[in-house]
């Protein structure tokens, strides 16, 4: 029995290394078949991919976005009226408006809050099938009526046509505002 115990130890190892070899081959194909497929497909994407835009954070209406920020904080809107076009649309929180209405709004931030502030603002410009410049941006006040430091996160976006602004559409969380207009 002795011998026989052998004989079948000895050959299931070797058929258990007979399997794996056999499975090592089956592996190595298959991988060799994997990488292939992946080779193939990401040259078909590097090659089929067209440039749908260009970014730039440094440009012309870029920098004008950055402006318009700095002439809100002064309370002078000079530049706004000039780089909106007359028949802009406007949507502050989904709320439609026109350029003469924003701007009237932006102005009396000036009478409800002091110490206006727009420390961190992000933004770059994609010129694609549309242009757009897009900012995120910390606005910060103080309440006239509260004193309440408020400090909100905003995001525009600016759709320029002809050099001019014909879309903006503004994100910002009111809260700060209705209560200070709340306290007059």
């Known amino acids: 029995m002795f011998v026989w115990e052998k004989f079948v130890v000895c050959f299931e190892k070797k058929l258990i290394l007979y399997i794996l070899d056999l499975l090592l081959i089956i592996n190595q194909f298959k991988m060799k078949k994997l990488l292939l497929i992946t080779l193939l497909f990401s040259a078909s994407l590097t090659f089929a991919q067209k440039t749908v835009a260009t970014v730039k954070d440094s440009d012309e209406l870029t920098l004008n976005v950055r402006k318009l920020n700095q002439t809100y904080v002064e309370n002078d809107f000079s530049l706004w009226n000039e780089l909106f076009?007359?028949?802009?649309?406007?949507?502050?929180?989904?709320?439609?408006?026109d350029k003469q209405t924003v701007i009237a709004g932006f102005k009396g931030h000036h009478s409800i809050f002091n110490n206006i502030q727009i420390p961190n603002i992000t933004a770059h410009t994609k010129y694609g099938k549309d242009v757009w410049t897009n900012e995120w941006f910390t606005w910060m006040g103080t309440g006239?009526?509260?004193?309440?430091?408020?400090?909100?996160a905003g995001n525009f976006n600016y759709k320029w046509e002809n050099g001019k602004i014909v879309m903006m559409l503004c994100y910002f969380d009111t809260a700060g505002l209705n209560m200070e207009i709340a306290a007059q």
């Open 85 to 97: 076009a007359d028949d802009a649309v406007v949507y502050v929180n989904n709320s439609k408006m």
């Open 144 to 152: 006239n009526k509260t004193g309440i430091r408020y400090s909100n």
